[in-house]
């Protein structure tokens, strides 16, 4: 037996990224345009990282809460106060090391052996990784895609559900289709939810990314207090924060000594000097996120603009999130597509076949970065679309 093959099957079953893939291919070549993962052009700023070296300055470099520091919780308890509309004591929350951690920890407190858990296909990779490697069965359901536009199918949903289907879990606004579910959407869900006795996983890491209003529809708008909804989320794209692994639960309190537990024996809590790193952002970052916002609402803007303009790519500009995911004519292989693209054009794309059934033939463009290079990116990308 091979070394590889004596580890657990279900690790070596594990996928390999099929963004990160891409990534390492072009990774550092002079004069890339990185729009291949999910982050911005800026560094975190400065309020936020002196918060952080200030606490290591003062010593804070001790073991420390499991749940999160008291001030983190609150301050995330009145983050949800002031952009959501809604009071959540600080039981509700815990902080984890990344939104993906947060995803990690919430599937652990939920799955047994055969579990499934339902969710929407195109999708971010890891979603379905994560459910993997925990013993869950991930069964995708496809968004629909018309005219450029997505959508979803109840139907669809209801239909995938088993005896065996422990959650939903949805991501709204999504990365990467942009799709954006409407209160009604959510109502819906929560009632299907609530219909088969279901918990939903909700990762809304995007919803402050949302161009059609100030903030995406949230579960938190149609959900009552005892229904069984975990939220996932992160520091990362708001306060442009993705290298510092630092993300958070929002979960029902009667859950909180497992949620603690789990984080005890994975991490065993965050770094505290980050987590004054992560106060910061929440008590002083409203400016910023704006900006980054504004941002994101022009490039979106510029990029989808030109490419429309070429009559070759099919895309309607995302309601929510930070992407383009363009079908291009021409394109019958994105993962080809995407070595390609960053050969001739220098443009990092990620390939669709990285997101699951239904993406296929798309690639992914992330729109954080500043107009003036999101500019330059979109003509390299027409002047290749149109020589296709
Ligand atoms: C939908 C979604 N959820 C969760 C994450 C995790 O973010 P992080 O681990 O950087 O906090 C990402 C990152 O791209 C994402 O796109």
Redesign the pocket.
């Known amino acids: 037996m091979s070394i590889v093959n004596s580890l657990s099957p279900r690790a070596v079953s594990a996928p390999e990224s099929g963004i990160v893939e891409v990534v390492n291919y072009a990774r550092g070549r002079e004069g890339l345009l990185p729009l291949w993962v999910?982050e911005g052009d800026l560094p975190s700023p400065e309020f936020i990282n002196k918060a952080a070296m200030d606490a290591l300055a003062g010593g804070e470099t001790f073991y420390t809460y499991q749940r999160g520091i008291p001030e983190l919780r609150q301050a995330l308890s009145d983050y949800y106060a002031r952009h959501f509309g809604i009071t959540l004591p600080v039981e509700h929350f815990y902080v984890t090391g990344?939104?993906?951690?947060a995803?990690q920890i919430a599937v652990q407190a939920l799955t047994s052996p055969g579990d499934e858990f339902v969710y929407l296909t195109p999708s971010?990779p890891?979603?379905a990784a994560a459910l993997e490697i925990a013993g869950a069965r991930s069964v995708g359901v496809q968004l629909q895609f018309e005219g450029g536009k997505w959508d979803v199918d109840l139907g669809r949903i209801e239909a995938a559900i088993t005896s065996k289907t422990k959650a939903l879990f949805v991501?709204t606004p999504s990365?990467p289709t942009g799709w954006t579910a409407t209160r009604e959407d959510l109502a819906a869900i929560l009632a299907l939810a609530r219909k088969h006795d279901l918990w939903i996983l909700a990762?809304e890491?995007?919803a402050r990314y949302y161009f059609a209003g100030d903030r995406a529809p949230s579960f938190l708008d149609v959900m009552d207090g005892d229904d069984k909804v975990m939220f996932?989320n992160?520091?990362?794209k708001n306060w442009s924060m993705?290298g510092w692994?630092v993300?958070w639960i929002v979960a029902p309190p009667q859950t909180g000594q497992v949620l603690e537990n789990l984080i005890q024996y994975s991490t065993s809590g965050v770094a505290q000097f980050m987590q004054r790193g992560a106060l910061a952002a929440l008590n002083e970052g409203d400016a910023f996120v704006q900006s980054n916002i504004d941002k994101a609402r022009q490039s979106r803007d510029i990029l989808c603009d030109a490419l429309i303009s070429t009559n070759r790519v099919q895309t309607l500009k995302p309601d929510g999130a930070l992407y383009a995911f363009l079908k291009i004519d021409g394109v019958t292989d994105s993962r080809r597509a995407a070595i390609d693209i960053v050969d001739k054009t220098g443009v990092g794309l990620a390939p669709g076949t990285a997101f699951g059934p239904g993406g296929e033939l798309f690639m992914r463009a992330c729109f954080l970065r500043n107009p003036a290079q999101i500019r330059t990116a979109a003509e390299r990308l027409c002047d290749y679309i149109l020589k296709l």
């Open positions: 999910g990344s939104g993906m951690q995803i971010w890891n979603i991501n990365n990762d890491i995007y996932v992160s520091f990362s993705t692994r993300g």
